[in-house]
């Protein structure tokens, strides 16, 4: 006689786990520093397309015209590292508040700068601010949301609009130049200032750590140097050449003080980076990525500069216009971001980003001498500019992943750092590769031949990072430090 068994019912499946919403105090500070980070992005690019206008009106040379773009990345890059971890020191709220002020205030004096020596004064100033204003942001911004899907979405949401405003800068800056003055260039930072300024002290909730650590002056003077002086060989290069002793002198003396900060550190009791974080694996590899996203990208800008302008014969408005629809492929790229992290973790949207990225830029080798290749630009463009967010987004997110609140200031600094380093070093590389490839010969043909060879390098390098941090990174699961 058989018997009869009574199937139980299958367990239900675990109920999904609740998407985290944003407070309504997060998103207005979201929307503070996302704003202030924005103004900061656009003062990178603003003054590219009137540096003819400036120079012509305060009597600048030709010679000495770059010099308005080299101060401000010198003081940028230079110091952002060493206000990173002023920020941990001080209070990242103070030294944000702070930061803006003097943004304000250098802004205004460039815009009613009568000699070349007031404007370049300014652009120091501002380069110190931004140096303050970025790492200190980003901090408050990471200390702010928990790591997870909302620090994802927000740090998305930030590379989006930092992308979107190097864009905007340049669009921005053809527009006031033609129908205002080159001044307005400055001036339009004030009101953005004073706002976050106004509003800054009552939104923002300050965060530092708990004890209060002594500043390594050692660790800041050899740092802050060796990263001058490599800004500053970089911009040799590319008016002199690799190969120039001032270059290489430059170049080698910057070197060696990055190297000797790395041994003060070790010995240092109080170090500004700890050696620590410097062998972790994200710090490592989420870096380098970024900066060959920062690298290519901003590099890639310059060498269709010279297409759209020596080749095709826009106007620096057109060709500000014409990269509108890269920043509309980063604003997508960075709205995506946040959610494809989530989803396939860092390291497969660093690979995803850069692989997109380098194909994107591998087809602008096909351009020719006719108008019509600007439709190819222009798809190539919107496309690399969401797998270039991608992959910035996932190094933001994968560089000040596992680290403390109190050591939040250091990694937005040190990511902040590459950010500056990345955008003044894409330049003179590619421009290194046109005038290689070019020599002396002149005419569109010419251009276009130079420009083919540096997409083509361009396009290596995006992908060699990408796969690089797809090996190194690790699967989620493993250790991400080092050793």
Not at 6 to 33: E, F, I, W
Not at 60 to 75: C, D, N, R
Not at 106 to 122: F, N, R, Y
Not at 448 to 464: D, E, F, I, T, Y
Request: net charge positive; aromatic share 6%; charged share 10%.
């Amino acid at each position: 006689m058989s018997t009869s068994r009574t199937a139980l019912p299958a367990a239900p499946p675990p109920p999904a786990a609740p998407v985290p919403r944003m407070t309504g105090r997060q998103k207005l500070v979201l929307t503070l520093l996302l704003g202030a980070q924005f103004m900061v992005a656009v003062d990178f690019s603003i003054l590219n397309v009137a540096l003819p206008a400036v120079g012509e009106g305060l009597g600048f040379t030709l010679s000495h015209l770059q010099w308005i773009a080299t101060s401000f990345a010198l003081a940028a890059a230079g110091f952002t590292l060493l206000f990173g971890r002023i920020a941990d020191l001080v209070g990242r709220k103070r030294l944000f508040v702070g930061g803006m002020v003097v943004l304000g205030l250098s802004s205004a004096l460039g815009g009613l700068a009568t000699s070349p020596e007031v404007l370049l004064t300014a652009r120091v100033l501002q380069g110190l601010a931004t140096a303050a204003v970025t790492p200190a942001g980003l901090a408050l911004l990471t200390t702010a949301f928990q790591e997870g899907p909302l620090r994802e979405r927000a740090l998305g949401l930030n590379g989006a609009l930092m992308s979107a405003g190097f864009t905007a800068g340049a669009i921005l800056g053809g527009l006031l130049t033609d129908l205002l003055s080159w001044r307005w260039a400055f001036f339009v930072n004030v009101p953005v200032a004073a706002l976050v300024v106004a509003l800054a002290p009552s939104v923002i909730t300050d965060s530092r750590p708990a004890v209060r650590p002594k500043l390594d002056v050692p660790g800041a003077a050899t740092v802050t140097g060796g990263l001058l002086l490599l800004v500053y060989g970089l911009t040799r290069a590319g008016e002199s050449g690799w190969w120039a002793p001032a270059t290489l002198a430059t170049l080698l003396a910057g070197a060696a003080l990055l190297t000797g900060f790395w041994f003060v550190e070790k010995r240092a009791a109080a170090p500004l980076v700890p050696v620590h974080i410097l062998k972790r694996r994200s710090v490592i590899w989420g870096n380098a990525t970024g900066l060959i996203a920062f690298v290519t990208e901003t590099s890639l800008v310059f060498l269709l500069t010279l297409y759209l302008q020596e080749v095709l014969g826009y106007s620096p408005l057109a060709t500000g216009l014409a990269f509108g629809v890269l920043g509309a492929g980063t604003v997508v790229g960075g709205l995506a971001a946040g959610r494809v992290v989530g989803r396939y973790d860092k390291r497969r949207t660093i690979v995803l980003g850069g692989v997109v990225q380098a194909a994107a830029t591998l087809s602008l080798v096909a351009l020719g001498t006719s108008g019509g290749w600007i439709v190819l630009l222009l798809a190539a463009t919107f496309v690399g500019g969401v797998g270039n967010m991608l992959m910035i987004v996932g190094f933001m997110v994968t560089a000040t992943s596992g680290l403390p609140d109190e050591e939040q200031g250091l990694a937005t600094g040190l990511a902040t750092m590459t950010q500056q380093v990345g955008i003044t070093m894409g330049i003179p590389v590619m421009s290194a590769v046109v005038t290689a490839r070019t020599g002396a010969a002149t005419g569109p043909d010419a251009v276009l031949s130079g420009v083919s060879a540096a997409v083509l390098v361009n396009s290596a390098l995006v992908l060699a990072g990408a796969l690089l941090a797809g090996a190194f990174l690790g699967r989620p699961g493993r250790s991400a430090s080092a050793g």
